[in-house]
């Protein structure tokens, strides 16, 4: 068996300040520390930080009158942040910078007065925060039907954003729809899609069709993720998303040649090798790393953080 190991892969520079910003408040700050919602979709994350006593919370009620708060890098909305001031909570917010920009363009065209129409999954973390800054004016929608569906007050005064780890076709598919329907709808300067979850997509569209299978590391939970094994069997390969080694199926790989392993932009690095070396183990599989881009993107320390002295 060959596996060719796409890159780039795995952790991307949202994800990697966020963890980063979670180990150093465990060593700075007094324990427990809470996290709103899970740091990153990864199972194998959270499971780790939370057997360094980390607590993760869906309710700000469940965190203690001024304790330590770690905002995900998913970000969150206005209220989240009042509701941290009002508990008195040593908030830190690692929210990714790329997050942040959405969250920005929603609050700038929620002043100009559009309506907005954000691209993306219900329920989706991000998603819940970013409607948070201006839940008057947003729309969610997630397929181009949708678009059809749409009723708008103005169609001269819209505006679309998208969230950030949408797959790039999918979210093409939309832009397409609301420019054909409302050619006059204004969108962000520059994609909101981010450059890490680009990449990713990128590498299994060009890799797929030299493949047999395609194996992503990434939790269930991580639409990253789950764009990548879309992106697979969209190019007619099979492909599976799996947490670990522990979800394989040897039977997978009976009559497979080559298999393509790629890692959502939230699953570690350790998932991946963990893969090769059983596959090297039960079918003597040989790697070939394919680096299709080289990423040197790197996020400041959140602010919280930098003003306690701490640094990387």
Known sequence: MKIILAAPRGFCAGVEMAIESLRLAIDAFPPPIYVYHEI??????VERFESDGVIFVEDLSDVPIGSTLLFSAHGVSPEIRE??????????????????????EAVKYAKEGRTIILIGHEGHDEVIGTMGEAPESIILVETPEDVDRLEVADEHQLAYLTQTTLSVD????????????FPEIKGPPKDDICYATQNRQEAVRVLADEADFVLVLGSQNSSN??????????????????DGVDDMDDRWFENVDTVLI???ASAPESLVQEVCRHLEQQFAASIEERVMQTEKVLFPLPRELRAAGLKR
């Open 40 to 45: 990153v979709h990864n199972k194998f994350v």
């Open 83 to 104: 509701l941290a001031k009002d508990r008195n909570l040593r908030a830190i917010d690692a929210t990714c910078p790329l997050v942040t920009k959405v969250h920005l």
């Open 170 to 181: 999918d979210a093409n598919r939309v832009i397409s729809r609301l420019r054909c329907r």
């Open 225 to 242: 993720s789950q764009r990548l094994a879309d992106i697979g069997r969209e190019c007619a390969t099979p492909s599976r998303l799996i």
């Open 262 to 264: 790629t890692a959502g």
